[in-house]
T-cell receptor
Framework: AQSVTQPDIHITVSEGASLELRCNYS??????LFWYVQSPGQGLQLLLK??????LVQGIKGFEAEFKRSQSSFNLRKPSVHWSDAAEYFC??????????FGAGTTVTVRA | NAGVTQTPKFQVLKTGQSMTLQCAQD?????MYWYRQDPGMGLRLIYY???????DKGEVPNGYNVSRLNKREFSLRLESAAPSQTSVYFC??????????????FGSGTQLSVL
């Protein structure tokens, strides 16, 4: 069975500071990994995805994530957070058919 | 180009009532999905359709039925709504062709309350 754990329910970060969101997954084969962002009242927007190749993946809005197979992790990072990055972030794992399992999400609050 | 369109955006039902959530995509995607989102649980797959004419159960299918009416439309039906089905429902679609921007495109969601 596939599953995702996001250990941090809520993170507060100062504007301009760096951000790292943790994601651990369980999957029987080579996973497809995703990070999505959801602003209040909105649907989900894809930040980045990993299928294969380079384990450091660049996404939109200045985000990046690193796939570490040995640690079953896919942590999301941003060097300098903007107030507009306040949102809920979801890590997901699945396969080519996109039947994804999502983590419970991490809410990011940005303080001025 | 509307993407994935869900209707209605909000709905309140009484226990035992039935309703259908509608979803349509205009991107010529072959695969479509219904997810529900509950606080503290992320999104969970209810049903998906790999192509027109096929449907399959996801993680939490009980109490729901689906219809893949054609390539564009994928509806979710609650035959007898229960309070446990209070949730936000998201429809999504995907192209599933390597090299063709593979990702899930989500609709804006339907907030359903069952009293």
């Amino acid at each position: 069975a596939q599953s995702v754990t996001q250990p941090d329910i809520h993170i507060t970060v100062s504007e301009g500071a760096s951000l790292e969101l943790r994601c651990n997954y369980s999957y029987g084969a080579t996973p497809y990994l995703f990070w999505y962002v959801q602003s209040p009242g909105q649907g989900l927007q894809l930040l980045l995805k990993y299928f294969s190749g380079d384990t450091l993946v660049q996404g939109i809005k200045g985000f990046e994530a690193e796939f570490k197979r040995s640690q079953s992790s896919f942590n999301l990072r941003k060097p300098s957070v903007h107030w507009s990055d306040a949102a809920e972030y979801f890590c997901a794992v699945g396969s080519y058919d996109y039947k994804l399992s999502f983590g419970a999400g991490t809410t990011v609050t940005v303080r001025a | 180009n509307a993407g994935v369109t869900q209707t209605p955006k909000f709905q309140v039902l009484k226990t035992g009532q039935s309703m259908t959530l509608q979803c349509a995509q205009d991107m010529n995607h072959n695969s479509m999905y219904w997810y529900r989102q509950d606080p503290g649980m992320g999104l969970r797959l209810i049903y998906y359709s790999a192509s027109e004419g096929t449907t399959d159960k996801g993680e939490v299918p009980n109490g729901y039925n689906v219809s893949r009416l054609n390539k564009r439309e994928f509806s979710l039906r609650l035959e007898s709504a229960a309070p446990s089905q209070t949730s936000v429902y998201f429809c999504a679609s995907s192209v599933l062709e390597p090299g063709k921007n593979e990702k899930l495109f989500f609709g804006s969601g339907t907030q359903l309350s069952v009293l």
